[in-house]
């Protein structure tokens, strides 16, 4: 293809899941990262009005939003190695699986670890600086205000600042936990006898919770509240799976990311 640029957000699962695609396939690509919620204007100018966040794809003269859309746009047109599984019912299972992981576990972890990582204001400072840009963080009281900002942010977008909607993620996590130990029953692959969009969508989607060393890390361990939701947990089949899953498959290329201030053209 004469031109691929994927439009992202480094700490997003969602985004995740489509580099994980792109470096498994070995598909050469441009990455480029606005600073986040100016990503929602970027992704509304990209799409037309189709999508208001990231990941978005341009494949060529295409443009594509959301993860799961772009992932079968790459099979179309990089259809080596499949992420697909060839028999016809495999393949419905796969697609199955993916979108309940999209739907019943993205948003409810998304929306849990920016509950927690809120709770901790040097640490919440750390994860938004790092995708602002460095001539933003040098003007004075840059900091706070970017905080501030960002806490409306995510609190707005993501009801980050409710108890009782962190309460039913964490409930949704469990969930989609016993749910991927289930579909697994054992096994090394949740259809067939290979590596499908299945397994890359649980993985990446349950990144946040394992955080194996092949992931995103905005830091060097999650933040307190997470971290004791997140304990009783490590020694579960489906934990371990996504730990051994990002081992065996997440062979991630080199990430050259630019971070313009607007597309060259919608």
């Known amino acids: 293809m004469s031109e ?3 439009w992202h957000i480094r700490v997003s699962h969602y985004s995740e899941k489509v580099r994980w695609a792109l470096d498994y396939k070995g598909i050469e690509h441009e990455r480029r990262a606005p600073m986040p919620s100016a990503h929602m204007v970027v992704a509304l100018w990209l799409t037309r009005g189709g999508v208001k966040t990231f990941p978005v794809m341009r494949i060529g003269d295409e443009t594509i939003g959301d993860s799961s859309a772009i992932i079968g746009a790459l099979e179309k047109h990089f ?3 499949a992420l697909y599984p060839e028999d016809p019912v495999e393949r419905r299972r796969a697609l199955d699986l993916e979108e309940f992981f ?6 409810q972890i998304r929306q849990l670890v920016w509950h927690e ?3 901790e204001p040097e640490r919440f400072v750390q994860v938004i600086g790092d995708t602002v840009p460095a001539s933003l963080r040098r003007l004075p009281g840059s900091d706070a205000v970017l905080s501030a900002y960002a806490k409306a942010f995510v609190a707005i977008r993501f009801r980050a600042a409710s108890d009782a909607k962190a309460e039913e993620s964490r409930a949704a996590v469990l ?4 749910r991927l130990e289930e579909e697994l029953d054992g096994n090394e692959y949740l259809v067939g ?3 499908s969009v299945a397994d890359l969508t649980a993985a990446a989607l349950f990144y946040p919770l394992a955080l194996p060393p092949e992931a995103p890390r905005q830091f060097a361990d999650a933040p307190a509240g997470f971290q004791a939701f997140r304990e009783p947990l ?5 934990y371990r799976w996504v730990e051994q899953t990002y081992s065996r498959h997440r062979k991630r290329a080199a990430e050259p990311v630019t971070s313009p201030p607007s597309p060259a053209r919608p």
């Open 4 to 6: 691929l640029v994927l």
């Open 175 to 178: 969930t989609a936990l016993d």
């Open 79 to 81: 259809p080596e190695p």
């Open 234 to 238: 490590m020694d579960r089949p489906g």
């Open 117 to 119: 990582v809120s709770k």
């Open 193 to 195: 006898e290979r590596f």
């Open 102 to 107: 999209d739907e019943q576990l993205a948003p």
